[in-house]
Nanobody, 120 residues
Framework: QVQLVESGGGLVQAGGSLRLSCATSGVFEYGNAMAWYRQAPGKARELVASINNRGVKNYADSVKGRFAISRDNAKKAVYLQMNSLKPEDTAVYYC??????????????WGQGTQVTVSS
């Protein structure tokens, strides 16, 4: 059974930092790509950062240089280090897992989300 559990969200002042964690089960046993998305009120969900099982990373332009995604295969977890936070980073942040069989994506799973609020 696949489970994704986010943690680490909270309220922080502009310029501050937070580290989000995504603990997984049933994911790292397979080929996978992991990502963080966010959704602000009244807006569509958007990609923040992604990392595949070769460690290749991709970032949204709005967070480049401020956020860093990483993964720990031994701990079966993915992290998002967020620095120099801005009020516009306020959103619910979701962890996403894509499971692959070879090069073919088989399933997509989402966590329940964690709220990040940045005050000005």
């Amino acid at each position: 059974q696949v489970q994704l559990v986010e943690s680490g969200g909270g309220l922080v002042q502009a310029g501050g930092s937070l580290r989000l964690s995504c603990a997984t089960s049933g994911v790292f046993e397979y080929g996978n790509a992991m990502a963080w998305y966010r959704q602000a009120p009244g807006k569509a969900r958007e990609l923040v950062a992604s990392i595949n099982n070769r460690g290749v990373k991709n970032y949204a332009d709005s967070v480049k240089g401020r956020f860093a995604i990483s993964r720990d295969n031994a701990k079966k977890a993915v992290y998002l280090q967020m620095n120099s936070l801005k009020p516009e980073d306020t959103a619910v942040y979701y962890c996403k897992a894509e499971l692959f069989s070879g090069l073919v994506m088989q399933n997509v799973y989402w966590g329940q989300g964690t709220q990040v609020t940045v005050s000005s």
